[in-house]
């Protein structure tokens, strides 16, 4: 069974970077879209970026700029490069491959930004 892993998370300070990364343990077929999630504590799960079979982007406002979504077809990988970071983007991140048959999720990656 296909797997998804994430890895990247870590904990920075406020202003700087991380590159987060989903790699896919085999091939997935037809793939829909790639998307990236967040929990912070005591919150629901929220939309963070995504990216559509066609390339199509699509980002949450409080990331929109600082936040950029790409992929690695050859791979099933996607990325999720973080820069200008804040406090309010501490959380557990989650990536997530929609395919035609089925969603999978990865186990998630804590990104802690200190202030």
């Known amino acids: 069974q296909v797997q998804l892993v994430e890895s990247g998370g870590g904990l920075v300070q406020a202003g700087g970077s991380l590159r987060l990364s989903c790699a896919a343990s085999?091939?997935?077929?037809?793939?829909?879209?790639m998307e990236w999630y967040r929990q912070a504590p005591g919150k629901q799960r929220e939309f963070v970026a995504g990216?559509?079979?066609?390339?199509?982007?699509n980002y949450a406002d409080s990331v929109k700029g600082r936040f950029t979504i790409s992929r690695d077809n050859a791979k099933n990988a996607v990325y999720l490069q973080m820069n200008s970071l804040k406090p309010e983007d501490t959380g557990g991140y989650y990536c997530?491959?929609?395919?035609?048959?089925?969603?999978?999720w990865g186990q998630g990656t804590q990104v802690t930004v200190s202030s």
């Open positions: 990216l559509s079979s066609g390339g199509r982007t």
């Open positions: 085999g091939f997935i077929v037809s793939i829909n879209a």
């Open positions: 997530k491959i929609s395919s035609r048959i089925r969603d999978y």
